[in-house]
């Protein structure tokens, strides 16, 4: 799925990011801004003073001498208490105390006895404090300006490029946008959003294709419309049975093999219902509708070829009402949108039918004449919601990025298979990762 268009854009993104990176401006780090943060010092811690540093030495001594008068008798306690001096203070730190005796006499130990308990509660009780104290005093390995210096420079690596640049430079991922049946519309947002988020924005080098990726990857969001609406909640809420679906779509676009995929989907769901042969033109259309019908269990309204599509679609529903069956399928002949005859036909079998639900049938692989179509039919007869078939065969994947975003519609199913089971209800994760930019 969408491997063209997964290729194109992996490759113009590659191409893209390699000449910002050779033709972008450098961007350089300003020294204006670095000699001013330089004066700030935001980051220096206060230095301890000598005054300070003494203090908290002359405080230890006075432990320490206090650890000499412990009882001889509690060697563990002593111990425990000359271990706590030790984890406290540097190993310098303690040579001076232990290769310096003390100076005050005893009279003046024990008078300062209360002011050493006080000083032990505050800050010898928490040694990590006296560490940090004790760190800010000795050098840094290394400064925090360097460290600072060092990130400021990483910033040199980073490239720039002005508006010129990026319409040259986009113009490769516009081309391969455009080969993938992208539409205009939705090549414009791609660009606007791009433009906004590179030019004149510092780019990390070596990042720019990520960048780019990522921006791709937001922009294809927001252009896929995800509805919250719920068929299944919707059929099994409406009071007055049935619920009614019409299926409008060009020749060829596989309206009837679609209808028998929802047909299955409803019926796996617990909910009944009856399909309505309303192609009454093309030859064959009626057979086709009664062979899926006939494999999935179903009834089938019909009448004969050339009659009234409205009127089988009146009976269709008449049908139901009867039975209380909870859904008509109501099928109709291709039409191209040019035809005004046919257009107007459809209208009138929406009008008899009193459709609940207005389905657009188109196929994934026609692109942009996919969305041309969804435009013409939205203006007949006002679609309330696109299902795109044969997207596990579409290669370029501009159908399913452009006809939600164009005709403000959402998507409610795709058609991934052949197989009834093969009717996925509509995700952005799956568009996003066919194209493999998230």
């Known amino acids: 799925m969408f491997g063209f268009l997964k290729d194109k854009l992996k490759k113009a993104a590659q191409l893209f990011s390699k000449k910002v990176e050779e033709e972008g401006e450098e961007i350089k780090p300003v020294e204006e801004a670095v000699e001013q943060v330089e004066e700030t010092k935001l980051i220096e811690k206060p230095q301890i003073s000598k005054e300070e540093k003494k203090e908290k030495i002359v405080k230890a001594k006075l432990k320490k001498e206090r650890v000499k008068k412990q009882d001889k008798k509690k060697p563990k306690e002593k111990k425990a208490v000359i271990e706590d001096v030790s984890d406290e203070l540097s190993d310098s730190e303690l040579e001076e105390i232990d290769s310096e005796e003390l100076k005050e006499e005893k009279p003046e130990v024990e008078a300062r006895e209360e002011e050493i308990k006080e000083f032990e509660e505050e800050t010898f009780g928490k040694p990590e404090a006296l560490h940090e104290d004790i760190k800010d005093v000795e050098p840094e390995k290394k400064g925090w300006f360097a460290r600072l210096k060092e990130k400021v420079t990483e910033k040199v690596t980073t490239k720039k490029i002005n508006s010129e640049q990026f319409e040259e430079f986009f113009y490769e991922l516009e081309i391969a946008l455009m080969e993938n049946n992208v539409a205009g519309e939705v090549i414009e947002k791609i660009k606007d959003d791009l433009k906004e988020k590179i030019v004149d924005k510092p780019l990390r080098k070596g990042k720019i294709e990520e960048e780019i990726e990522e921006s791709l990857a937001n922009t294809i969001e927001d252009v896929l419309r995800e509805s919250d609406f719920d068929l299944l909640d919707e059929i099994k809420n409406k009071k007055e049975k049935p619920y009614v679906i019409l299926f409008f779509g060009v020749n060829g676009s596989g309206k009837t093999t679609t209808i028998a995929k929802l047909a299955y989907y409803l019926k796996q769901n617990g909910i ?13 259309s009626i057979e086709q509708l009664e062979e899926h019908a006939n494999k999935l269990g179903l009834k089938v309204v019909k009448h004969k070829y050339g009659a009234d599509p409205g009127a089988v679609a009146y009976d269709a529903v008449a049908h139901a009402k009867a039975r209380r069956i909870d859904c008509v399928l109501v099928d109709t002949a291709g039409r191209q949108h040019s035809n005004q005859d046919l257009m107007t036909e459809m209208r009138k079998i929406a009008r008899v039918a009193k459709a609940d639900l207005k389905l657009f049938v188109g196929e994934a692989i026609t692109g942009n004449d996919c969305v041309e179509q969804v435009r013409e039919f939205n203006k007949a007869v006002e679609i309330d919601g696109i299902i795109l078939s044969k997207l596990d065969i579409d290669e370029k994947g501009g159908a399913a990025l452009s006809v939600s975003y164009v ?32």
């Open 407 to 438: 005709s403000g519609k959402p998507i409610l199913f795709l058609g991934v298979g052949q197989k009834y089971g093969d009717l996925e209800r509509f995700s952005k994760e799956k568009i996003i990762g066919g194209l493999g930019i998230k």
């Open 272 to 284: 009944s219902c009856v399909l309505a042969a309303a192609d009454t033109f093309r030859a064959a």
